[in-house]
């Protein structure tokens, strides 16, 4: 799990106030507020979303694992591939407005992302077309016509990285 300190305050606050709000008391501010609910579902969401960002991740690794061995195994490329593919296509629906950093959650997710909607969209495009084309470079059993479909994955991968995510490696 991965939340800054203060999200996990907030966090805590909300399931306290859930949970005296569940045992009946009716102690004033025992009842979560609006705002409270709001950040408690953001920071799920990217909890959710950074999850399956390392599924991908994890996919793709197992996927390069197997392209290194001198016999790959084409069963685990396909179903990383699958993953792959799978999580790809569920990315759009973790990135509600207001869960990039300026929520104070510990995330990577930068404003650009709501500030060009159009080119973010683009590059998921990009990233879904990339890895249904690796689930089919996976049922070929040819490790070239894998490899080039893990590079042209691994380009997408990229180009949305460059664009709307956090370089924290400088």
């Known amino acids: 799990m991965?939340?800054?300190?203060?999200?996990?305050?907030?966090?805590?606050a909300i399931v306290?106030?859930?949970g005296l709000t569940a045992c009946g008391t009716s102690e004033e501010g025992a009842e979560?507020?609006?705002?409270?609910?709001?950040?408690?579902?953001e920071m799920t969401v990217i909890e959710e979303r950074q999850a399956n960002f390392e599924?991908?991740?994890d996919a793709f690794m197992a996927i390069r694992g197997q392209l290194e061995e001198a016999s790959p195994d084409f069963g685990v490329i396909a179903a990383s591939a699958q993953?792959?593919?799978?999580?790809a296509n569920k990315i759009s629906g973790y990135f509600p407005e207001g869960t990039g950093m300026d929520s104070g959650?510990?995330?990577?997710?930068?404003?650009?992302?709501?500030?060009?909607?159009?080119?973010f969209a683009a590059a998921i495009d990009r990233l879904t077309g990339a890895s249904a084309g690796l689930v089919e470079a996976a049922a070929s059993e040819d490790v070239e016509v894998v490899?080039?479909?893990?590079?042209?994955?691994?380009?997408?991968?990229m180009n949305c990285h460059e664009t709307f995510r956090l370089d924290d490696e400088s």
């Open 16 to 18: 306290l106030s859930a």
């Open 55 to 57: 599924g991908i991740g």
């Open 32 to 41: 979560a507020t609006g705002e409270e609910v709001a950040v408690a579902e």
């Open 105 to 119: 959650a510990d995330t990577e997710a930068l404003a650009t992302i709501w500030e060009q909607p159009e080119e």
């Open 83 to 87: 993953t792959i593919d799978t999580n």
């Open 147 to 157: 490899g080039a479909a893990v590079m042209n994955l691994g380009g997408a991968c």
């Open 2 to 12: 991965r939340m800054n300190r203060t999200a996990n305050t907030i966090l805590g």
